[in-house]
Each structure stands twice: as C-alpha cells, then as structure tokens.
C-alpha cells in the first residue's frame, strides 16, 4: 500500500485541534486522498467516542475546494441518522432553520481551526440525541421506567444494539461520582478530566419471557485512572431481581466513593514508604513522584552492586511490594543486564511502620544478595 | 405531502448517459455533482397477489397516484464544481435551479447526482439535506395539470483505482427519495436498469417516442392561396429555418418540402443532401466544444491554482 499524502495545512490545523482540545478521546483511523494527481488528502475516517466505544465517522474534504465545508458519511447502522433535517417530529421549519444557523456549517470558514472540533461535537451531541429516542422507541416495559428514572442523570448515554445475528440490547453508560478525580491527586498529570462509568447491558426483554433477565454490569474507567485505582478490582453490590438503576447506583457509588478516597490515602502510604528507603538504602535513583508506584534504590555488597526495584501496586500496603534485582556488572549474550524474577516471598505485615517495612525488606536483602549473584554468574557462564 | 411523490420502483439509465457521466466523473480532478434530467414512466400495475398483504400493489390499492413509476435518465448537466446550486447545509438555491427546473421543459429535472471518489456508497449527511431541499423547493408554481413530479431521484457514485492504475472501479447506487407521511423523506435505494441495444430492452423502444428537433414540413400544394404569403407564413417559415438551422447546416426550408409530396425521384439525393448537411453541422459543433472545453480547462485550471494560492497551499 503506497502512503497517502497529507493533510493541507489548514485541515490539519482543524484536525490538531480537535485532538488536542477534546474532552472526548476522539481518533484517527486513516487519512486518504479523493482527488486526481492530489498533493494533498482531503478524507479520514474519525472514530468517535460513544457509549464507551467508537463509531466511525468518515469526514470528507475536498482538496481543491479547501474552503468548502466537509461532509460526513455515518455508519452503515446509522441510516436514520439525518442531523441536517428535523430531527423530531416536533422540530417545526422555524426551529431547524434557527438550529441550522446556530450550526457551524452555516458559515464556514476554513481558517478557523476550531470549526472542525465545534461540528464534530455538534454532531455527536445530536447523535446521543438520536441513540436516545432510538431507545425510548423500544417496547420494553422495564426499559420505559429505566429510561424516566435515569435519562435525567447528566452524561449519560444509551444505545441500542442491535444485529442480524443477536437479540436487541439497550447499553447504558453512566459516569459515576460527581468529584473531579483529577483534583484528588496532588500534582495531577492527567489532561483529560479522569471519570468512571458503569456499563449496564439490558437483554430487551421479548413480551412472552415471564421475568426480565438481569443486566450484565461492568465499571470502566478512562484509561489514565489505572494508576490510583483499578476499577476491575472494585467488588460490585449484586442486582436483586425487580431492582432498577435509579436504587443501584446509589450503593454502588457509596462504596466506590470509599475505594477512590482509599486508593487516594494509598498513595500517601506508597510516599511514606519510598521515602523511608531513604535512611537505609541512600536516596533512590529514580521515582514515581506522583503516584508513588515504582521506585529504583542502588545496592552494593563488597564489589557487587546491583539496582532494586520497587514496583508497589495500588493496594499498597495490602500488598506488599514487587522487587526485581538487576545486576550492573553482569549481563547476557544479547547485552542486557541480568534480571531476578519478580521477588515477593519475603515477611510482611501491612500493619508495620514504613520504617520497619524498610529494614525487614533490608534484611531479606541482605541474605538474598548472595544466591542473586550466584545467579547471575551462573546466567553469564551460560 | 404524500400525495405528490411518486412511488418510483425502478430507475433506469441510457447506456450512453451512464458512460457520459462516468467519464465526467473520472476526468473531473476531484468530486463532481450534479443535475439529471429525464422522465418518469408508468409502469403496467403489478399482479394483484392476495398472498402477501406487504406487497407495494396492496399498500397502494385504491390510490391511482401511488401506481409505480419508473424514472428514465437521459440527460445531465455538470458544472465541474461542486455545491453549485446548494449550500454547506444541504439547502438548494432556487435560483441556480431555477432555469433547470422550468416546467416546460421536457426533458424535466429527475433529481441530481454526486461522484465523489473513494468513499462508502452511502448517502451522507449533506447529500441527505440537499435531495430533501430539491424536491421541497422546487414547489412547481405552472398551470399545467396535473402538476409535473417533483425531483426525487439521487444517483451515488464513487471511483477507485489500483495505485499502478491498472484497474479503475466505478460503482453506482440510485435512491429514490420517498416521502414519509410526517418528518422528512428517506432515501431508499432502488435497482438501477442501464438501457442497451438487445433483445432484453425491447419494451424500451416499444414506449419510445421520437422527439424531433425537425420543423413541420409543409406539403407543397399548388394551389394559389396556398402560395400567398401571409404574414403568419413568413413567421411561421422564419422559426422553421430558426429550427432546421439548428439541426443542419445551409439547408432551406424550401429544400425540406422537397422530402414530401410528389417528386419521389428526388428524396435520395435530398435526403442524403439533408444528413450531408446535419453532419456538416454536427462537425461544426464539436470543433466549437472543442474549442470552448481547452479553454474551460484552461480558466478552471487558473481557478485551482488561485483557490490553492488562496488556501495557502504552494
């Protein structure tokens, strides 16, 4: 496959905003040219972030019209999706023309860099709109009342899914506790505000199944979050039979609240700890400053010296941490140093001080220096 | 709003036109669109079939304007630009359509089409806006009756090629835009029949009527008040030569009454006289296209370069 040409400036300008300001993790999928002989592409194919997946968007340009307004062409299962007529039947000529004027299509101006990142997000509200009345359009009695008690919840996205080869489900994603995550954390690294949603995945029940099956629950979280807090581990309440969301998500989010402060005085645990390395072992060479997850610490006995490192996990002091020995005077055929498998066999108590979970860890260094470097002279004879 | 869209079952298309719009299409540097022109043909009711109660004759029984209708594409205009006649959010300018859309004129706007290369055969977003606003605007405002159809058909294109430009593939969709009773109008795709020579067209040229750009030629009588020239034969004979000029070069009206009446050892040499001349003209013309098209090529090539200059792209 050759390589495509690229984008002219002024819609690479637009598509750089886009990326960069969202708050949505909008991507690219490919970039192509439909143009004769063109220097330049004019179409890509935008993934947009729904539902906690993506649908594509294919955005097409016009290289030698690079002041015209894109158009887009939606997914093969969004054929009803028409953001440019009337979008309900309640949507008079007045109102779509006032809608329409408001839109940024309606003067486009190609130098603005914004104006792709303001239609996308134009039309992605729209699409959470359509997916909503999609829904609302499914005769399920359980889903009505979901759909009343719960579509109020800011955020909240619904679709439908829907295939030749499977029954109809309706996917609801809401995002869960109203604090910004990003605040809890001291020196926050994320750009992007951190969120978790739950999943709810409800089976549309047919008329003649007596009771409805429950739905599969899941919690996501942004993909930047795993480094406080790993929502797989998050022990979810169970969904009694006839419950509904609106009495689910009020436990579940009590329970998650208490895990995410957990997991924020965790990481003062994790500081405390690396910072306890330092009376016995010299201050580390390297360190997670912000999450406090892995440290580095050089160690010497007579003339071998070898770095440990420290990899704690986010159920610190729970969980003890993971040491892996690596020797700076030793290495194999390819070149890289000599690493121990990870070493977690050693005592441990999470209700010692930091100061004793330092010199315990010391003092199973101290025996284990010596079969570390029978093991790497055995791996260099090898 | 049901009442004035046709139900379309079929669309069919010259071969000649098809191939016409193709070679726009891929000559064209980037995407193209356009206007279709033609007719709408009534199609014989299909077989009354009690068996199934979803069959389109039984949803239309009763309604003699919903009987089915084929949609004959003969003719259509590109300008080589794209969204000439409608906006960036798929609203037509009803003046840029206006000329095309006079209802005297045969043959009548069908609806539109857009090439665009590399893409899903899908109908986007715009294109969706645009087929609605082109069968909404162009509200026929003649005193024919009964009304003529409004322009409901839409023809996607799109084209490919290998990246050593060994094989070109051009692939083509039709939709008919059908009116729902309340919202807006869904474009539904429809079979698209490309016409030929063979035996399988002959219901075509069965229902063909020849459309002849000839003026009536008068049967020369010898007759002295038949002779005498009266204002209204002068006019007559001037729109006469105004029509036969148009289809032959140098041939008077004169000459055409020769092709009638008595004298039927003349019609040989006559008539081949008159296909000399239209030939003659036809090469007239085609050294004219030629001629305009190098230098439309020409300013649109001056036109790319100021657009690009103007983008900031050299």
Redesign the interface.
Same mark, same amino acid.
């Given at each position: 496959?050759?390589s495509e040409p690229p984008l002219?400036?002024?819609i690479s300008a637009q598509l750089k905003y886009l990326l960069v300001h969202s708050p949505h993790p909008f991507r690219i999928e490919q970039i192509?040219?439909?143009?004769?002989?063109?220097? /330049?592409s004019d179409?890509f194919t935008l993934l947009v972030p729904f539902c906690l997946d993506y649908v594509k968007w294919?955005i *097409?340009y016009?290289?030698?019209?690079?002041?015209?307004?894109p158009? *887009?062409? /939606?997914s #093969?299962d969004d054929?009803e999706f028409?953001? &440019? &007529?009337?979008v309900s039947?309640r949507e008079g000529g007045a109102e779509i023309q006032a809608r #329409?004027m408001r $839109?940024s #299509?309606?003067d486009?101006n $190609?130098k603005d860099p914004s104006r792709l990142f303001k239609l996308v997000h134009e039309?992605r509200d729209l699409y959470v709109q359509y997916q909503r009345r999609r829904v609302g359009e499914v005769n399920d009695a359980r889903l009505k009342f979901e759909i009343s008690t719960i579509l109020s919840r800011e955020g909240i996205e619904v679709c439908l899914i829907s295939g030749p080869d499977k029954s109809e489900e309706v996917k609801f994603v809401v995002p869960l506790l109203d604090v910004n995550l990003n605040k809890l954390v001291h020196a926050c690294p994320w750009k992007q505000e951190q969120k978790i949603y739950l999943q709810v995945v409800f089976p549309v029940s047919k008329s003649y199944s007596l009771a409805p099956l429950a739905p599969r629950i899941k919690l996501v979280s942004s993909s930047q979050l795993k480094d406080l807090l790993s929502v797989e581990d998050v022990k979810l309440p169970s969904w009694v039979d006839g419950m509904c969301m609106a009495e689910y998500l009020p436990s579940l989010e009590d329970t998650l609240i208490v895990q995410v402060m957990e997991a924020v005085a965790f990481v003062g645990a994790r500081r405390r700890f690396i910072e306890a390395l330092v009376p016995k072992f010299g201050r580390p060479l390297e360190a997670d400053p912000i999450f406090c997850r892995k440290a580095t610490i050089l160690a010497v006995t007579g003339v071998f010296t070898f770095l440990v490192h420290f990899s704690l996990s986010t159920h610190f002091p729970k969980q003890q941490p993971t040491l892996i020995l690596q020797s700076s005077q030793h290495f194999n055929s390819q070149g890289a140093p000599i690493m121990s498998p990870p070493l977690n066999n050693y005592p441990w108590s999470p209700r010692w001080d930091a100061a004793e979970m330092v010199e315990r860890i010391f003092d199973f260094l101290v025996k284990e220096c010596t079969s570390f470097k029978t093991y790497c002279l055995d791996a260099v004879v090898q | 709003m049901a009442d004035d869209s046709l139900l379309v079952e079929k669309i069919t298309i010259s071969g000649a036109t098809l191939a016409s719009i193709l070679q726009r299409f891929s000559s064209s540097p980037g995407d193209v669109d356009g206007l279709l022109f033609g007719h709408f043909i009534r199609l014989p009711p299909p077989d009354p079939n009690d068996d199934d109660p979803s069959s389109s004759y039984s949803a239309a029984v009763g309604s003699t304007t919903l009987a089915p209708f084929a949609a004959s594409i003969t003719g259509y205009f590109c300008s080589g630009a794209p969204m000439t006649f409608y906006d960036s959010v798929g609203r037509i300018d009803p003046h840029s359509v206006r000329r095309a859309s006079d209802q005297d004129r045969l043959p009548i706007l069908l609806g539109w089409f857009c090439g665009r290369r590399r893409t899903h055969l899908r109908p986007s977003m715009r294109e969706i806006a645009v087929s609605n606003s082109l069968f909404e605007t162009l509200t026929p405002a003649s005193a024919v009756d009964p009304a003529p159809p409004r322009p409901c058909i839409f023809l996607l294109l799109s084209f490919s090629s290998t990246e050593n430009l060994a094989i070109h593939t051009h692939e083509y969709r039709g939709f008919h835009l059908r009116r729902k009773p309340v919202g807006s109008g869904v474009l539904e795709p429809r079979s698209l029949h490309i016409v030929n020579i063979g035996p399988d067209f002959r219901g075509q040229y069965g229902s063909f009527s020849p459309d002849s750009a000839l003026p009536w030629m008068p049967l020369r009588v010898e007759d002295e008040l038949a002779q005498k020239e009266t204002l209204r034969s002068l006019q007559d004979k001037a729109a006469g030569q105004l029509l036969l000029d148009s289809a032959a070069d140098g041939f008077t009206m004169e000459r055409l009454a020769h092709l009638i009446g008595p004298g039927v050892a003349e019609y040989a040499s006559e008539l081949e006289d008159l296909y000399r001349n239209m030939l003659l003209k036809l090469e007239g013309l085609a050294r004219l296209v030629e001629k305009s098209s190098a230098r439309v090529l020409e300013q649109e090539n001056k036109n790319l370069k100021i657009r690009c200059r103007l983008a900031g792209l050299e």
């Open positions: 496959m050759v002219p400036p002024s192509w040219s439909g143009c004769k002989n063109s220097r /330049f179409r294919d *097409i016009n290289a030698f019209y690079p002041f015209s307004a158009d *887009i062409v /939606f #093969l054929e028409r953001p &440019l &007529l009337p039947d #329409l $839109s #299509l309606w486009w $190609s039309m | -």
